[in-house]
């Protein structure tokens, strides 16, 4: 099967576009950020005549300060999204209509949470300043993926956005950030939706092309945080404490995407169609058996803690 060009692809997928960012506007609620923050809690820094920030002013624990951290960061660098996904997408039609609200939304995050860490203390403000200039000037390259690239991408990067900002919420076990983050993860959860419908149209579409672009993205998956500074090392500290990790990552993101695209049972699918779909198979069943292992080893290590203790 003769894989579709770009201009092709925006135009048979443009009806199914426009019916999901319709759906999206019907669906999305309503939200003020502001509040979402205890600013009763706010008073000055150093440079207004007040406090410096001290470890002691914060009551979140050190892994939940890193895990919001990374999530305000990942979602911080919304201008180099913004870029590629409006450079695969286009201005024009539904398809840059999306783009728009989507950054609209993304962006309404990012102040939100900061906000809220500013005003409680919760980290610490000059570090998280330094982090967010030096990873908005790494920026993110998204390597001119191709429009199913970048829609499949998207679908995975979308739902395990959700999750972690869940999962963070919950960790932090402070009411207004797990509010907070829980306002945010339904707002992930609806542009998961937009992509994933996206790619089960295109599957339909040109299936062959498609399953080459999931195998490509579930085996190179990385999240957009990767380039914030000291991220492999935040990243592990988030996955021993569960909130997020390679089971996580095959369960709850990997797993379900792939059951509800039918990738398993697609027909039609022509000789790299069924290679990419023997790659997706073994890509999987390796991180399923990662994920088992690092379980595994997290449990022993935890089992050790307790027996010093």
């Known amino acids: 099967m003769t894989a579709l060009e770009t201009e092709q692809l925006l135009t048979e997928l443009e009806p199914v576009v426009e019916e999901n960012l319709n759906r999206h506007l019907a669906t999305a609620d309503e939200w003020m ?89 919760g980290v610490d403000p000059v570090e998280l300043e330094r982090a967010r200039m030096e990873t ?15 829609c499949a991408y998207v679908s995975f990067q979308e739902l395990a956005t959700r999750i972690s900002h869940r999962n963070t919420g919950r960790y932090t076990e402070e009411p207004i950030a797990e509010k907070l983050l829980s306002r945010v993860a339904k707002d992930e959860n609806l542009h998961m939706l937009f992509y994933r419908n996206i790619v089960q149209a295109a599957l339909q579409l040109t299936p062959s092309q498609t399953m080459r672009a999931i195998t490509e993205e579930v085996v190179g998956f990385q999240m957009p945080g990767s380039v914030i500074p000291g991220f492999s090392r935040k990243a592990v500290q988030m996955a021993k404490a569960g ?32 290679r990419a779909r023997e790659e997706l198979a073994g890509a999987v069943a390796a991180l399923d058996s990662e994920a088992t292992r690092f379980v595994e080893r997290r449990a022993e290590a935890e089992a050790k803690r307790a027996a010093r203790q």
């Open 33 to 121: 950020p502001h509040e979402y923050v205890p600013w009763s809690l706010g008073r000055d820094f150093a440079d207004l005549g007040g406090e410096p920030w001290e470890v002691a002013q914060s009551q979140l624990s050190p892994i939940a300060r890193t895990a919001l951290e990374v999530n305000l960061l990942t979602e911080d660098n919304l201008p180099s999204y913004h870029r590629e996904i409006d450079r695969a997408f286009g201005r024009d039609s539904a398809w840059g209509t999306w783009v728009n609200r989507w950054t609209a939304e993304e962006g309404r995050h990012a102040y939100c949470i900061r906000d809220y860490l500013l005003v409680t203390r």
């Open 136 to 150: 908005m000037e790494t920026g993110y390259e998204a390597l001119d993926k191709s429009l199913l690239n970048v």
């Open 243 to 274: 909130i997020y990790d390679l089971r996580i990552h095959h369960d709850d993101i990997v797993t379900p995407l792939l059951r509800q695209w039918g990738v398993w049972d697609l027909e039609d699918l022509d000789e790299d169609g069924e």
